[in-house]
């Protein structure tokens, strides 16, 4: 008798489990060609997707009687695309995450980071900060998975080339805080987007407090640096101190509590910014010096054997821009370029081909780029550059998945991943591909009309989103 | 291919310097006096010296007739080779900071020193502040990474600066480029830039106690919790303790005179004075703190603490028993150093030796680098300068340089490389004028970005 209501109550559950999710019922592509990404191609199979989860793949996969049928002849099924570094789905127009500076000059004053000025609101300190102990242009503590809304428009639009998940950051600042990853959802409720709340702090190096001299510290690269260094040695020092009162606080100082300190403390990984070789080199090394597992961003000269190589010896992943640099429209045609600055710009789309070759681990993201037509044309310069379409497909997906730890959930379509899928006609990345439909949590979206990315001339603008 | 295409960094591979033997040259050794004959160069080092010398089986011979040979050129002021600002100049003490960190090995003005015969250049932070940052020397080993230009084993510095650049003077109130908002920073005055100084002292003689009183504890076995590293104070314990050099970046005599006197105080040294334009006047008074001058040949007059300079100054300070060297503090200046130690002679009559001593082995004794370097002994390292004329002209032409006993500058290979260069540059201006002739199919833009 206890049984059977137990039985009863527990199908009761379950029902209501499947309830909750039959607002977006089963799916089922048949007769698709399937790239899993994580095995071989099948070139004629099934895929159901149940409960927002990857519920079966394969050859000879029955299709459920309930499921909504997707007759894929003709169709391709991919792993949704995944922006390695990204700034959708917040709620402000973050500046893009940019460290596309024009290439080259290595010389003195070179840019090391972005134009990006922090806004002077984000920065915490009131005043010119004088010293690291105001923890300048630091908002370490912050997480952006708090913050992330389906209302950004980006959403929907890069969706619509495919990309179903972003490693969303935010960017102001040293230590700018912690980024999420997110599902690409609309309609939902900001946390069904977030499926990691807390996936590493963003450092960038851009001068804290207003640059030039007198603006507050840190003011130079340098200084920047040395403050990184200072924050890390006092959050060792911190970490001890609390430590030792939580054994016994009595007759002890009461340790002073510091966001900035707990914030670097909680992130399991940080990520930093080097795009020149010398740039690489100093990151590689200083994220050692920290002994902090580090992401490097950026990337711009790892095409260069010597970066690879240097990638390779300090086991560090890599995340590439896909803005590729380009001749500066409003350059001076009197201006003589250097021979490296020609050469980055005629290169830099082979450095995911140089990566995979050297065996770096890496992925590409869009670094400001959100619109489905410069996102496939990025990544169509690369495949240009020698890379293969496989590379590209995994450098979007699963390799993302594996540097941020996710590949367990995300990445590749294999039993029991989270249901994101781009279903396409043709090839990914290819001129005329059209994307169908795309799949994110298992909830199906069609691509926005007119953000599809058909490859034509004048595809989507619109000057007006996300002001 | 590659090779020309990646000029700076592939060319110059150096897997074990060569043996040469240096024929027939007249060289100048600095340290014992000036010979025709020859050197020989192994394993990075000078093995030998003299009229008639032990050529070594296989040796790569360079035949130097007529030619003339020095010890690489050293530059005891400089602020090349520096990434994102050589200026922390946020703050009144900006110790934290270290030059260390921001080494640019790609820089293009290391190649043109080395081309104009420089081999080490102490790179210094900039003289914003009365406290600068952290500094240390390099070697002008074009094509090596960061690390690799470091020179080993030299002991590090940090800056010190006195008078009108550390008090901001002729710069808005909160410096150059701050805001309006952006309110005054101490100091304003001479006195400030003391007050500074000593107040930094007096923390880091607090800081060098507690770490003492640690250190001491752990030896014995204690289990404390340490004190709070502090990257601003180390640097200042490590100067209290004779294990970094004090170059002090001052003009007027009576700053000068207040340093030294600060530094006795404290009991700390200063190693190197840097331009000391007006230290003829207190010559006496330097040589007897024990510090080094390192001065201009002739650039003063722009601004008003640079108006009472002469240009007999180098030549009085070193008759008056201190160490003199000249500089550059430029990456234009740096590449003729060996002219503005000509100008030594004439100004003040000093000789050959003693004018090319200023830019070689007076600026290695006060980086304490002289056990290595500055002149052209058995055992010091191969950092040699060869010139087709007479060196302290103005005429003499750098043929080759070789640091570590390895040619990093050759006239003859730069000069045929160019139109390679030329060409391949040519080359890729042409492929993106062809690309960009195609439909262009912009990257869709959007407002505000």
Redesign the interface.
Known sequence: MKQSIAKVLTALLVCRAIALAQSHPAVAISNAKIVTVSGPVIAKGTVVVRNGLIEAVGENVPVPADAMLVEGEGLTVYPGLIDGLSTWGQPY?A??ASTTVTAGR?????T?TTTTTPPAAAVSTV??????EDRPATTSWLKIADDVTFTDRRIESARSAGFTTAVTFPTRGIFAGQGAIIDLLSDAKPGEMVLVPAAGQYIS?SRG???????????????????I??IY??AA?YQ??KD?YAKDPRGVERPVYDRALEGVLESKRILLPAN????I??ML??AAELKQPAILYGGRETF?P?AAALLKKFNTPVLLSM?WPE?PRDADPEDV?S??T??T??KAASAPMALQSAGVKYALYSD????P??LQ??VKKAIDAGLSREDAIRALTLSPAEIFGVADRLGSIEKGKIGNLVVTRGDLFDDHTKVEMILVDGRKYVPAPDAAPTGG?G???D????? | MNKILLPALLVVVHLSAETYVIRNATIMTVAKGTLKGSIVVKDGKISEVGEKVMEPAGAKIIDAAGQYVIPGIIDCHSHIAADGGINEGSVSVSSMVDIKDVINPEDIAIYRALAGGVTTANILHGSANPIGGQTLPLKMRWGKDAQGMIFEGATPGIKFALGENPKRAGNPAGGRGAPPTVPARYPATRMGVEDTIREAFNEAKVYKAEWDAYDASAAKGGHGIPPRKDLKLEPLKEVLEGKRYVHAHCYRADEILMLLRVADEFGFKIRTLQHVLEGYKVAKEIAAHGAGASTFSDWWSYKVEAFDAIPYNAAIMQKKGVIVSLNSDDAELMRHLNSEAGKAMKYGGLSETEALAMVTLNPAKQLGIDNRVGSIEAGKDADLVIYDKFPLSDYAKVQKVLIDGTIYFDRDNEVSGRAAKQAEKQKLIDKEKQNQQRPQQAPTRRQGQ
């Open positions: 127009t500046p893009a290595g010389g003195r004053g070179a090391t005043g010119p900060a004088r010293g690291p190096l407090g207003g640059g030039g001299l007198g603006g507050g510290f840190p003011s130079a690269l340098m200084g920047v640096i040395s403050y260094r200072q040695l006092d020092h001890l101190v030792a020149r070789l010398v740039e080199d100093r090394r200083f260069r010597e803005r001749k370029e021979l490296r020609l050469e710009r005629d400001g780029l959100d619109q037509r410069d044309r990025a001339r595809a989507t603008t000057p007006g989103v996300n002001r």
